[in-house]
């Protein structure tokens, strides 16, 4: 079974910190994708990034970046120079093979940027 | 372009009641997606739909049910209401169905069961 853990429960930090959000998961799958999402307050989750498991290469997007490696099965988020407006609850996701459309998605982190 | 729509925002309703929720998808999207997120327990997959049928359902028992129109706008029904049922109901579209197609979510509906 497929399975995502996002330890870190909520993270504080002071505006124009670094952060890194943890996320780990297992699967017996070689083929699989991984997600991170972000839910801001209004309740909608965004797509960040998605990444295949034949792509470990690690991406930078303005001031996000993602740190993918096999080898620890982990898929972790750091986000550089924090903002006030990063302040939201970030989910990691696994999605597998087999055409049933299965997400299985960590329980979160809650980032607090404080000014 | 518009996004993916709920409706409505939020829903109160006392146990033993019957709630419906409705999902409109992005144009073009023909898969539709439910997600339970319930306090501190993350988001649990409900149902997937598409081309109008039900491809697959989590661990939820039947009273959970819903549906896909032709027009591929979804419903969600939830029967005989209870208390461990307030949450925040997601719902999720993607063009085609297939491993690692990225969901996009809608604001969701927020169901209070009293």
């Known amino acids: 079974a497929q399975k995502v853990t996002q330890a870190q429960t909520e993270i504080s930090v002071v505006e124009k910190e670094d952060v890194t959000l943890d996320c780990v998961y297992e699967?017996?799958?070689?083929?699989?994708?991984l997600f991170w999402y972000k839910q801001p307050p209004s309740g909608e989750l965004v797509f960040l990034i998605r990444?295949?498991?034949?792509?470990?290469q690690n991406e930078i997007s303005g001031r996000y970046s993602w740190n993918f490696q096999k080898s620890t099965s982990s898929f972790n988020f750091t986000i550089t120079a924090s903002q006030v407006v990063d302040s939201a609850v970030y989910f990691c996701?696994?999605?597998?093979?087999?055409?049933?459309?299965?997400?299985?998605f960590g329980t979160g982190t809650k980032l607090q940027v404080i000014p | 372009e518009a996004g993916v729509t709920q409706s409505p925002t939020h829903l109160i309703k006392t146990r033993g009641q019957q709630a419906t929720l409705r999902c409109s998808p992005i144009?073009?999207?023909?898969?539709v997606y439910w997600y339970q997120q319930a306090l501190g327990l993350g988001l649990q997959f409900l149902l997937w739909?598409?081309?109008?049928?039900?491809?697959n359902r989590g661990n939820f028992p039947p009273r959970f049910s819903g549906r896909q129109f032709p027009n591929y706008s979804s419903e969600l029904n939830v029967n005989a209401l209870e208390l461990e049922d307030s949450a925040l109901y997601l719902c999720?579209?993607?063009?085609?169905?297939?491993?690692?197609?990225?969901?996009?979510f809608g604001a969701g509906t927020r169901l209070s069961v009293l």
């Open positions: 999720a579209s993607s063009f085609l169905p297939g491993t690692g197609n990225i969901q996009y």
């Open positions: 699967t017996r799958d070689t083929t699989y994708y």
């Open positions: 990444r295949n498991s034949f792509d470990e």
């Open positions: 996701a696994l999605s597998e093979p087999g055409g049933y459309q299965k997400v299985t």
């Open positions: 144009s073009g999207h023909t898969s």
């Open positions: 739909y598409d081309e109008g049928e039900e491809r």
